[in-house]
């Protein structure tokens, strides 16, 4: 099923070239989560690389994942195994063959981490391996007990700091791609040393990561405003599942606290899941009780939570050894002791969150899109990979595997096509009005977020969605026409753009398939297991 949505204008601000500096690269990578950077560390080193990154470069949804990544470790364990888990996790939209290529990469892709120094936690000589839902088998590598994520990018980016053809531009807003004559030429960005630059490529890599800061309630940290996806939308790239946002199950729930993730390894390791009434609930919702798959796990908690009139539930460790908790979860241990709760004793308040966006711009096998000159990896894309939801632990994994091939793809086009010079192609956009001065972005943005929670969340119904597109659009009716000269404007009309497609995707999607829980039509339907895919009209 194909949606064509209209575009108030395929640019978010004018510029004329002959204003403006001019800066020249091989490969653009926009991103800098473990696609991007992975992407970057795979090109030769006769090819120039420029990395945008819209924060500092430690700073990624990647740095934040905790459970760690899954992969074919275990002699005991099977590839054919982790890829019917995957497809299985996936109720029928996963690309059988991405499953595939995907699983047959992880060890060797995990094997290079462990070359560049990543210290992942070991048992017996060998690499640990813990259990999370979904899964058949232990099979997920972690680093320093629950934080996987911040100690893959350490090492990766002190590999990316150490080659001298990559260049990072960090707390660079990347506006627009640039398409001429049906080809990504490279993009519009921003920061406050340079002002405005254009930025030419021959080839262009689309990593931005994800959307969960259109919700109120999120995993995510402050930059995953899903800018990539309204800027491929915008270029005219073909986007598709963008109704499957994965909630994760258990979000700390404290007032005052962000809302930290806490990992599903902690599950995984045996904890339950108590109403406010003490009763452990999950085994009457599935038979792997909190172990099963997170789309399960998200629904159930959501019903228990109105069953028993609280807003939360909880997680429970005080049947576990207490010495092996702290140790297997150091951070969220000490993390938990600033709100005075001891992980090992006291119940811990938690509630889903918005977490994975699984849809994003469509991508072959080798990260292309249908935009030629444009590549993407990561979140922001839709591989094929994730199906209507993700399992546990296969993010970290499609970021280094589509990383890795977006690169050895690249390197072969460029090959082929040679070194001809780069020039600028005649690009000018003319300018638009300017914010009024009545517009206030953070009112406008917590009331996004709220809507989006309220009417496009775990559960979904029709009356609620046309509620949200009539909201939308009509913020969008006097948002989008405006030219911002900074980020926050920027951001916020990314997020309209891409609440608008994921509400449209999710009126059309008239079943329940996974991550995608609609009250009115509570069961899965044949007739929809197809894809939706949204484009500009």
Known sequence: MRIPLAVDRPALIGFSPEELPHHFTDLLVIGGGIAGFRCALGMP?????IVLTKDEDTESNSRYAQGGIAGVLDPEDRFDNHIADTLSAGKGLCDPSVVEMVVHEAPARIGELIEWGVDFDQENGHVALGLEGGHSHARIAHALGDSTGREIMRAIIAQVRSRPKIRVWRNSFTIDLLVHEGRCRGVIVWDRRRGLSLVWARAVVLATGGAGQLYRETTNPSIATADGHAMAFRAGAALRDMEFMQFHPTVLYLAGSTRHLLTEAIRGEGAYLRDRNGERFMPGYHALAELAPR???????????????????YLD???????????RFP????????????????????????????GGMVVDTNGRSSIPGLWGAGEVTSSGLHGANRLASNSLLEGLVYGARVAEDVANALDTRGREPLEVPPIERPRHSGPPSGIDLDDLRKSLRALMWRSVGITRSAEGLEEAWSQVERWGRYLLPLEFHEPPGWT????????RLMIASALARKESRGVHNRSD?????????EHIETVRA
Do not use: W
């Open 45 to 49: 080193n006769r090819y120039r690389t």
């Open 295 to 313: 789309d399960e796990v998200s629904l159930a908690i959501t019903a228990q939570c109105q069953k028993t009139r609280h807003p939360c539930v």
């Open 317 to 327: 460790l005080s049947h576990l050894e207490p010495a092996h908790v702290r140790g």
């Open 331 to 358: 951070g969220i241990d000490q993390l938990l002791k600033q709100f005075g709760l001891d992980m090992t004793r006291d119940p811990i308040p938690v509630c889903p969150g918005a977490h994975y966006m699984i």
């Open 492 to 499: 916020m009309q990314n997020m309209l753009i891409t609440a």
């Open 521 to 529: 039509f509570p069961t899965a339907d044949p007739a929809f297991l």
